[in-house]
C-alpha cells in the first residue's frame, strides 16, 4: 500500500497533494537496486584502482567516469546515480488531414460526448466520400484527447437567471494495491432500493472487508442524513475504529455523510461510475442479505421499525453463527474477530500514556 494512504493532515483533500507527495517520495527517496550497484563500482575502484574495476566488472573507463560525474554533481547522492529517463526531446505527432480532425470536431458539436467508437462509421462514411484515410476508433480517441478533450457540459442558470458556475471536484479514489491490513482498516457501505407496492424502501449495508462482520439498517429515506444516521449507527455496534471508508457515488454518501466523515477525520474513497467491482465484498453482502432475508420480509419493510427488529435477530446470527467463505467455511466474523486476539501485531499501535495496563 502506498505511504500516502495513511496520511492526515491540513492538505488532505486538496486537490493534487497525494499526487504530488507520491511523486515527491518516488523521485527524492528512491534508489534503484542498478544505482546501489554502481555506487558499489564507484566504491571498489576508489579502493583498488581503475583497472582492477574494469577487469572485474567489465565496465569501460568512459562510462565509469561518466558514472563518477553523475555522483559528484548529484552532491555525492545514491539517486544521482539512477537511470535517466531515455523518452526522446522530440516525440512523433499524430498527422492526420485537417479536414478529418475538423469533421470529428463537427460530429462531437453536433452529438455532443459522442464516444470514439460510435464516432468511427459516421467518420469512415465522409472519409470515404472525400478519398481520405480514415482513423480507427482507439486513433479517433487519441485525436479527441490531443484537440482537448472536445467535451461539452451544459450550462445551468438559477432561478433568478444567473449563470450556475461549474463546480466538478475531483472525488478520491482507492488505490489498485489497497488491501486492508487490519479491522476496521477499510469499511464499506452501499444501498439496497426495493419498490413494494409503488413505494420505495432502502436498505444501507455496512461491512467491514478485513472480519467480513456486517451490518443493515431499512429505511424509507435516501438522503445524506439518513446515511449519517446508519454510520452513527455502525460506530457504537462494530468493535473497532475506522480509518478508510469506501462507497459508490451515491447522493446518500455526500453532503451531510460527507460532512461527517470530515469531522471525524476518516479518509472517504469513492468507486469510479458503473464500476461495482470496486466495492466487490459490500455488492455480494447486499445479495446475501437479499436472498437470505430481504426478500422473504418484503412487506415489513413498509415499516422499518418492524423490519428492522427481525432485521437485528438475523445479523446477529449472520455475525456470530453463519461461516464465512472467506475463513474457509469454518468462522463467523465474530469467531474470526475473537480468532484475532493471539494477533495484537496486526492492530495499529496507540499511545498508551495515561491508560494502565493491568492483567487478572
Not at 486537490?15 to 571498489?44: Q, S, V
Not at 484537440?147 to 478520491?172: A, C, D, E, N, V
Request: proline share 5%; net charge positive; aromatic share 14%.
Amino acid at each position: 500500500m502506498a505511504f500516502y494512504n495513511k496520511i492526515h493532515c491540513k492538505y488532505t483533500g486538496i486537490k493534487g497533494f497525494l499526487n504530488l507527495y507520491d511523486y515527491a517520495l518516488r523521485y527524492r527517496y528512491m534508489i534503484t537496486k542498478k544505482a546501489l550497484k554502481k555506487a558499489r563500482i564507484l566504491a571498489f575502484w576508489e579502493k583498488y584502482g581503475i583497472e582492477a574495476t574494469m577487469e572485474a566488472f567489465g565496465a569501460k573507463r568512459r562510462t565509469l567516469y561518466y558514472w563518477k560525474d553523475q555522483f559528484e554533481k548529484g552532491g555525492k547522492k545514491y539517486e544521482a546515480l539512477n537511470d535517466k529517463s531515455k523518452a526522446p526531446r522530440t516525440k512523433r505527432k499524430r498527422l492526420w488531414p485537417e479536414k478529418v480532425k475538423a469533421e470529428i470536431k463537427s460530429l462531437r458539436w453536433e452529438h455532443p460526448n459522442l464516444g470514439k467508437d460510435k464516432i468511427y462509421p459516421l467518420l469512415l462514411e465522409y472519409c470515404k466520400k472525400e478519398g481520405l484515410k480514415c482513423p480507427k476508433p482507439k486513433t479517433i480517441g487519441r485525436l479527441i484527447k490531443d484537440m482537448g478533450g472536445l467535451r461539452r457540459i451544459p450550462q445551468k442558470t438559477s432561478h433568478f437567471g444567473k449563470i450556475k458556475p461549474l463546480k466538478k471536484k475531483k472525488k478520491l479514489r482507492k488505490p489498485k494495491d489497497f488491501k486492508a491490513a487490519h479491522p476496521g482498516h477499510l469499511v464499506a457501505l452501499d444501498t439496497v432500493e426495493k419498490r413494494i407496492e409503488g413505494r420505495k424502501r432502502y436498505i444501507i449495508t455496512f461491512e467491514d472487508i478485513y472480519t467480513r462482520f456486517g451490518f443493515a439498517w431499512g429505511t424509507t429515506s435516501h438522503a445524506s442524513s439518513a446515511a449519517k444516521e446508519f454510520f452513527d449507527y455502525c460506530q457504537k455496534v462494530f468493535p473497532f475504529s475506522m480509518e478508510f471508508v469506501l462507497t459508490d457515488n451515491g447522493s446518500e454518501f455526500a453532503r451531510h455523510f460527507s460532512e461527517n466523515l470530515k469531522n471525524l477525520h476518516l479518509t472517504h474513497f469513492h468507486t469510479y461510475p458503473k464500476t461495482p467491482k470496486m466495492n466487490s465484498h459490500c455488492e455480494r453482502f447486499n445479495r446475501t442479505i437479499q436472498e437470505e432475508f430481504a426478500d422473504y420480509h418484503q412487506q415489513d419493510l413498509l415499516e422499518p421499525d418492524k423490519f428492522n427488529t427481525k432485521l437485528i435477530d438475523w445479523l446477529v446470527w449472520y455475525n456470530t453463527k453463519r461461516v464465512h467463505h472467506a475463513f474457509d467455511n469454518k468462522l463467523s466474523p465474530v469467531q474470526f474477530m475473537i480468532s484475532l486476539k493471539d494477533k495484537e501485531h496486526l492492530f495499529p499501535q496507540k499511545c498508551k500514556i495515561g491508560w494502565p495496563y493491568t492483567c487478572s
